[in-house]
């Protein structure tokens, strides 16, 4: 069912304790979403309360700023930002069937709500957040403003990326006039890298390998590098951006081991390479330049060929479809 953001404003006004889900290994889009929302019910008088299966990375503290964490039998439950059900994580996939409100904006969406707004064409979340926020009738503070401003500047590699539109633009412009600190938000999740990371970056070039007449780079994360760096996995974000930044790649695809078993896969490609319609092969999904997907109990050499086999696919599929 697809409602559109009135009513499901209307729904959470009729609601006194919302609990938001947030998806496992947390970006700046789920959190800037779940803590916007959760900033907003909180202006409503709402008991409200942000949740996730992997703890929420130091890097992100400034958005928990006011946040209390509060323990209540939740009349409403919302996942912000969450595509399927396995990106709930271990620890709250029992949630599956009891989700009341989805919000996302993945088109490879397959949760189950009893009400669900996508918009494919939002290039985060925290944009459709932000609408929300307005039909909630909450003023946006600086706080709640740095919360939507980080989801939507990490999801288009702050506005670098082709999902970025002038709408994006548009609501960036909304929060700056809000008080979002844009600068300092965007120099730490852009411009500041971690002496570890820097170390985890020279081990990943060195596993680098080219496919398709180099026009897939392929990278690995092991668990083995986490542990030895002792990096804080939330400063691996943008590594998965190294092997599309290759001249002439257009499939940049990087693995990182979990540490349950398997491998977390990213792909990163040009315009002309669907990231989603490849990892769909894979059970995973996502936006058009960037997707995902989550191999389970395979070893590396497994994973390898999988990814391997999936691009091959769907680089004869283009090619074929685009003969006369």
């Known amino acids: 069912m697809t409602e559109d953001l009135q009513k499901i404003a209307a729904k959470l006004k009729q609601k006194n304790r919302i609990l938001i889900i947030t998806h496992q290994n947390p970006d700046g889009d789920t959190l800037g979403s779940g803590m916007g929302l959760y900033y907003a019910l909180r202006k409503l008088g709402k008991r409200a309360n942000v949740i996730c ?9 400034y958005l928990f700023q006011e946040f209390e964490e509060d323990e209540f039998e939740p009349d409403c439950i919302v996942t912000v930002d969450i595509a399927s059900p396995q990106l709930l994580g271990t620890y709250l996939e029992h949630f599956q069937d009891q989700i009341d409100i989805c919000i996302d904006h993945h088109r490879s969406n397959t949760m189950e709500a009893d009400a669900v707004y996508i918009d494919s064409k939002a290039a985060a979340t925290c944009e459709i957040i932000y609408q929300l926020v307005l039909e909630l009738g909450a003023e946006i503070s600086p706080l709640m403003a740095n919360c939507l401003y980080t989801g939507i500047s990490t999801d288009t590699g702050c506005f670098k990326f082709s999902n970025t ?3 994006t633009h548009r609501i960036a412009a909304e929060l700056f006039e809000r008080g979002c600190a844009y600068e300092q938000i965007n120099r730490g999740l852009f411009d500041t890298k971690s002496k570890s990371r820097i170390v985890v ?5 060195e596993t680098m390998e080219f496919y ?3 026009r897939v780079a392929m990278i690995v994360i092991t668990q083995e590098m986490i542990r030895n760096s002792q990096i804080d996995t939330a400063d691996l974000d943008g590594v998965a951006a190294i092997p599309r930044q290759i001249e002439g790649v257009e499939v940049g695809v990087t693995m990182r081991e979990r540490l349950e078993g398997g491998y977390k896969v990213s792909l990163r490609t040009c315009q002309f390479v669907d990231a989603a319609a490849v990892c769909a092969k894979l059970g995973g999904g996502g936006h058009m330049t960037m997707a995902g997907a989550f191999l389970k109990d395979a070893t590396m050499v497994e994973v390898k060929q999988r990814l391997q086999d999936a691009i091959d696919t769907y680089l004869e599929e283009r090619e074929a479809s685009s003969r006369p």
């Open 212 to 214: 398709c007449e180099h």
């Open 201 to 205: 970056e020279k081990e990943v070039l």
């Open 165 to 167: 539109t002038a709408e």
């Open 53 to 61: 299966s992997d703890p929420f990375p130091k890097k992100f503290s």
